[in-house]
């Protein structure tokens, strides 16, 4: 099997159960009016980069790759954020919520090296 294949499939699995973790932690949430909206977020942004990373794999070009690839980190920017409010809020327990955003920042710094690698590759003037 081709080792480039492999990795992009654990990352694009990898990103599914980081998605599914964030579902569980937002069908958590109270039934308040700021559980329901952080509830809503989490999972909009939890679930695209997972959607925006499919759609990566099949960029028309390495600019579009980039692009849709920067998508995908603003998402998991976005969910560490909410993540971060859940935690401050004590919505959720501590010692669930704290793996689940070390994976998050874990997803952030591999999108971060993968479009700086990306854009390293590019010709001098699209850059």
């Known amino acids: 099997m081709n080792p480039e294949r492999t990795i992009k499939y654990d990352l694009e699995s990898r990103l ?6 964030v579902i569980n932690v937002a069908e958590s949430l109270p039934d308040t009016t700021s559980g329901k909206h952080l509830s809503g977020q ?12 499919g759609e990566a ?20 920017r976005e ?14 327990p501590e010692a669930r919520l704290l793996p689940l955003l070390k ?7 591999i999108f ?6 990306a854009q390293e590759k590019l ?3 699209n850059k």
Do not use: W
């Open 16 to 21: 599914i159960e980081f998605g599914s973790r």
């Open 42 to 53: 989490l999972v909009r942004s939890g679930t695209a980069p997972a959607l925006n990373y």
């Open 57 to 76: 794999q099949a960029a028309e070009s390495r600019p579009d790759f980039i692009h849709k690839m920067k998508i995908a980190l603003k998402e998991l």
């Open 79 to 92: 969910t560490m954020v909410n993540l971060k409010f859940i935690l401050k809020r004590n919505f959720f």
């Open 103 to 109: 994976e998050n920042d874990e997803l952030i710094a």
């Open 112 to 117: 971060i090296k993968s479009i700086s690698t």
């Open 123 to 125: 010709p001098k003037g």
